[in-house]
């Protein structure tokens, strides 16, 4: 039993680490979220540079992505290497996307999730019809990340069965620009591209087919157990910096002619977060390297386990260190108020903690 | 022991509820119900609405404007208007300044101030908080010094809501700097418009403007604009009736947003179903409704008890702690019933702006807004811990 | 609306409390668990002089249970007066042991839990056959508070229908010492006697049906709610003595040369302490108040919260109350710990929190 | 990284674990599982047969009977000891007195108390705890003067857990009364037969008798049973093996009571089925294992790294209150499982009492007593009010 990082992976996590701490302060996070699409190009071809974008074992990813999430990074690394590259990855990249997507010159987005799904990924309404030579695309997603930048959406559809079928979904590669696709740009309330997806009769070729025909379910759950831990790193990274930053503000904050460090409550609730935070790094470390796990059983304990307490982590320590920063830390002045909003995003995204002690629940013999 | 409502106060509460159904703009209703702060015009035609009836200020004395209500019909009132979507009432002008005024006030300030507020023309805001003063107000440091019939008054506050709605401010200085904390602390009224007067909008984590920095470089304050005595500013701080702490547990408020999370979860699916059909979610509002009901009863108990003569109950301090967390909790609830369509940024007033329209059901629109709001309910006002702490002093005194 | 004791309630609560601070102290109480049946006889003549064993209106009871909580009184007031005693009430009594269980003359227990049924006071397995001259009943009861002294046990018994119908339940007057009743007596950790009984082919006349044949479940329910109540307003004298004992020994223990009570952790706990005692209070009142509501749903209601409120009040008081005094909590030696146990058995008897929030989620309209 | 176990650390496990399914006597083991503490005598036998294997002071040097065993293995051996129901061993006698005269001792002490406590002859306890020193140990008051070649001890030590089994007592005496109150304390062995030596047992709420009141009237303890010198006893007490916090997370036992708790979940019917069937139930069972395998992965983290030689994590306290919050939430559970069946005062030793006879099914036994006897593990061995300064006091230095 290991838990240290290879040369690799520590020559990784140095090299984002010297990144977030030399180009990317408060005033480039700003600059990159001013941007047209919410991210700098700059910064993205540096990452293609740095090699970042073609990152995708697993530890690989999980270090990267809590470098950035200390860093609190915005661009859309995500939703391009975690979701779409890796369902490209999976489903052998026919379009030859992932060379392209490495020297940063694609934007992809994968359109997942349906407004009456929640997070049920077999909750498929879209629909795919076969055509003499292609297919035919017609549904709606919600909060597709990265969609209003995508130059390519993978897209889910139902190719046979009923709504809410495990078997009958596919996986489908259609240009953000075909006709019938209409893209509704919002921003999340933690500052990401996103949008809404009307697919209306799009037409793609035969060769727009992911993987295999009906079976895509399977391939759609390891891709997202695989971004889900992803994004718990990315909250690791969050976590890491408001626990330090509370403590660091507790110990220069005076009330009532004291630190407040010297509060003996502060102190005991600062110690919770810390071990909320723990916790929460040895789930994530776990869920990670089971993801190549063969046994279905123990991957869907390893992650979502890893989720509900990274979920409930998130909760804890992104609001005690508003609580404990006060009234500075309900305003946009401090960068803490942004990391509880992107802490708040993740403990949805990919599936709330209900939805993971559900899942775990389901799993336990009877 | 009787917890039936008296026939007066059930007639009480149908006619309050009649009154505001029929007379609040259904505009208003809906911007409050989904969850949006109101805004500066919305409340002031409420206010006008509420001031015709006589009901604008409530709880002043009969003979400044007031209705002359037990404690009961103020908060049958105020549920009332909370459970129909009615904005509240600019607090500094209605709960602050004016019972201030009247407690301490000059006949001359009264007549000057008071009358403006039941028109609706003046508009206050609170001058308490300082950077380096924040539940600590002991430690503020707002210079005024008198000079012939002026106090020249130079500082700066912080955490001001509203100041940019504001013609006037009311003010904590320091008048002497020697002695105790406390004991060189004044009270002031300033006009906003005030030469040397500059304001900042402080822009929440969410993207509201609410807090303002507040800077006053030499502004000339006419010494009858002192309240009370020189140096004895806390007294009138310290003044605010306790009887407000009463309805600080926003009982209406906790009230319908665990009905709207309802209402959410009729609608919501989850695997398949409305998210209201699954057990593990009924369970979640039972036990908001405990909490609900345990919030209510609460209330009303400390309420009959004062009403009775019985005092106040030194345990009304747990009132904000247990109805602020309440409330937090439930916006945070109504956010997670929305699945994703809770991660929007969705921000009213730039609705049309391209990074924010609104996105979603109807019913999402504003949840995400205020539920990022509500975590400066345990901050604002004493934050939790100054709570605990009063509490706790009076347990083991 | 108000929230005030009548004058005979105040009297009531007054010689409570007299009868509480003159002749319950530590060593009467030792004295009354170490009697044989666990009570003292001397203390029941005395209860029934004072008149406290024919109270049965609800909030009569609550005051004089909140004050047999605070003393912390094991006598069996509530398996006597507000159980069995409540039973015969509702069903008119027809063997006249209502005027003596107020003389203090008969002991009383109602015999309604079973081993398989948890909280469900519907899931009755014991059976009555109607024979020619009367009933046949045979089934095991557990729990019975007060069995090893009842000289009457009040049985729920299935007269027709299948296992956990609602109709069909029935209620018989039956002989503590009746042929085929074998009583197993214990003690709970809480220092009150009860006992498993098991009925094997008992014989009773036809006289021994109380109430209407098959009907007896609203009744039962109403009768339980009741006792319910009761016990809650116990529960209350518990916490209150404990919050008030724990706020006494912060202000006089020291550690580390301070009282615990400079301590601002010990501080807001105490403070949660109150919050959740003063919530109870008011939803016990509430709940007590609503037992002659006509409107089931709005009975149910009050009473469950009160019941979810009480319970989780009294496990975090408990629990606080015993960290809080440190190692001479975990004893004997203080009567904290007693408290605690008794504490523990409330929140238990009738129902648990997972039971209560069931009930409360089943009547949510969807 | 990798997480999965090196087939040298597999293969020990088989084999721990294939010796304790093999020794373990049925008797201990069913007590055990059932939630009761051990007997003196349980202990004695299974402390035997470790003897015998050589596994009885696994932390010990080798030269001195320990093992040589990685910090990986020692976890991995509690681990199968606790999941297979083996008692704990006398924690007094192998994590304590040993190491300290191991580090401590003279040579002399050493020979004359290591190989008792190997051989299971002598067993130790722990006077540390005085009525007015409770968690704050320099308080205490316990005085040893000096008389020729014997220290005269009078005083009172409480909280003595299994005084009335040890034969000996290491015991925390002031030796001077001026200067810091840490500065005066010595560090003594004493014989529990010494004259004027006398124990009282405290009961706990439970009714078990496991803590003791030790009273020392003019106790002559020759010179030589002072460990390390007079008036640096502090040093010795505060000595114990840091790595040792590294097993107060009870991962074992936590293990098992959750799997307990499952085994009883499938036989107690709530509505007609088995309590695990419920949709509720097993969201409850599944936060359980979230926190489980959250303290077995936070441990291994931490055991990984000091034997790789990078130290202990500083983080290592947070293991003792994590894992015993999480024991004492588990064993409260069972309890509720258990309905009805949790409630009845059931007691091991009085079993034939006719207060307390087994009742229920036998899976709920020793359910309750367990239950109460957790509430001392959030408060013995350092509180865990005392575990979170600690804690706080590296997070803010």
């Known amino acids: 039993m290991d838990f240290d990082l290879s040369d690799e992976q520590r020559m990784l996590d140095d090299g984002a680490r010297r990144f977030i701490a030399q180009r990317y302060d408060l005033t480039a996070r700003r600059r990159s979220v001013e941007s047209v699409g919410g991210f700098s190009r700059d910064i993205w071809k540096t990452f293609a540079q740095l090699g970042w974008l073609d990152v995708n074992q697993p530890v690989d990813l999980m270090v990267m992505m809590e470098r950035l999430g200390h860093g609190l990074v915005v661009e859309p690394y995500l939703a391009n290497v975690a979701l779409a590259g890796g369902l490209l990855e999976r489903t052998g990249d026919p ?62 559809a139902r190719t046979s069965g009923a709504l809410r079928d495990a078997s009958g979904l596919s996986l489908f590669l259609v240009p953000a620009k075909a006709a019938g696709v209409e893209i509704r740009p919002i921003r999340t309330q933690d500052d990401f591209p996103a949008g809404d997806v009307r697919l209306t009769d799009v037409v793609v070729g035969k060769g727009a087919l992911l993987g295999a025909r009906d079976e895509a379910l399977p391939t759609l759950q390891r891709v997202v157990d695989g971004a889900m831990m992803a994004d718990a790193a ?64 123990e991957r869907l304990a390893a992650v979502s386990s890893a989720k509900v307490q990274v979920n409930q982590a998130a909760r804890l320590i992104g609001q005690e260190a508003i609580q404990m920063h006060g009234g500075i830390g309900m305003t946009d002045a401090l960068i803490v108020g942004n990391y509880y909003k992107r802490l708040l995003s993740v403990s949805t995204l990919f599936g709330d903690t209900d939805h993971h002690l559900g899942r775990l629940a389901d799993k336990i013999a009877a | 022991m009787n917890l039936k409502e008296t026939a007066e106060d059930r007639a009480f509460r149908l006619a ?59 908060h049958i009132f105020e549920e009332e208007c909370a459970l ?96 105790k904390p406390q004991e060189g602390i004044s009270f002031l ?111 009303l108990r400390f309420i009959a008890k004062a009403d009775s003569g019985q005092g106040l109950d030194p345990s009304v301090t747990m009132l904000k702690l247990a109805g602020t967390e309440l409330l937090q909790d439930l916006l945070q609830e109504t956010v997670d019933a929305l699945g994703y369509y809770g991660l929007p940024f969705q921000q009213h007033g730039i609705a049309n702006d391209e990074l924010a329209p609104p996105f979603g059901p109807e019913h999402a629109i504003g949840a995400s807004n205020a539920r990022f709001r509500s975590r400066a309910f345990t901050i604002a006002g004493g934050g939790s811990e100054i709570q605990h702490n009063i509490m706790a002093k009076h347990l083991l005194k």
Chains 1, 3 share one sequence.
């Open chain 1, 95 to 156: 379009a030859m996307l992932l060379p392209r997507l490495g020297a940063g010159e694609v934007q992809l987005a994968a359109a997942i999730a349906e407004p009456q799904a929640r997070f049920d990924l077999h909750d498929i309404v879209t629909q795919a019809k076969p055509t003499s030579d292609g297919w035919l695309l017609s549904g709606a997603k919600t909060l597709v990340l990265n969609a209003p930048n995508a130059d390519w959406l993978v897209v889910v």
């Open chain 2, 189 to 299: 009224l300033m006009d906003m418009t005030a030469r040397g007067t500059s304001i900042q909008p402080i822009p929440t984590l969410n993207g509201q403007h609410i807090f303002n920095q507040v800077v006053f470089e030499n502004v000339r304050v006419p010494k009858e604009n002192l309240i009370h005595r020189e140096n004895e500013g806390w007294t009138v701080a310290k003044s605010l009736l306790d009887h407000e702490r009463l309805f600080l547990a926003r009982v209406g408020d906790n009230k319908k947003r665990l009905q709207r999370l309802k209402d959410i979860a009729r609608k919501e699916l989850a695997h398949g179903k409305p998210l209201i059909e699954h057990d593990w979610f009924r369970r979640k509002l039972a036990q908001y409704e405990v909490r609900v009901r345990a919030l209510d009863l609460t209330v």
């Open chain 1, 234 to 297: 990315y909250a690791l990274g969050c976590m890491d910096y408001l626990v330090a930053a509370t403590a660091d503000y507790l110990k220069t904050r005076k009330q009532f002619g004291k630190p407040l460090a010297t509060f003996q409550v502060l102190q005991h609730r600062l110690v919770q977060m810390h071990a909320a935070l723990e916790e929460a790094r040895s789930l994530v470390i776990g869920g990670t390297l089971a993801l190549d796990d063969e046994d279905a059983a």
């Open chain 2, 84 to 179: 129909n979507y009615c904005p509240p009432v600019h607090i500094f002008n209605i709960a602050m300044i004016g019972p201030i005024l009247i407690e301490y006030g000059t006949e001359a300030q009264k007549q000057r101030y008071l009358p403006k507020i039941l028109d609706v023309e003046e508009w206050w805001c609170q001058g308490y908080s300082e950077p380096d003063a924040g539940s600590d107000l002991a430690a503020l440091k707002t210079d005024a010094r008198l000079e012939g019939d002026h106090y020249i008054v130079n500082g700066t506050k912080v955490w001001t809501s509203l100041a940019h709605w504001a013609t006037h401010i009311f003010c904590l200085v320091r008048t002497k700097k020697d002695g």
């Open chain 2, 16 to 74: 309050v509820r009649e009154f505001v159904q029929r007379e609040l703009p259904a505009d208003i209703r809906k911007h409050n119900e989904e969850g949006w702060e109101p805004e500066k015009d919305e409340m002031a035609r409420w206010h006008r609405i509420l001031a015709r009836q006589g009901w604008l200020a409530p709880s002043w004395p009969k003979d400044y404007g007031g209705t002359g209500w037990t404690l009961m019909q103020r």
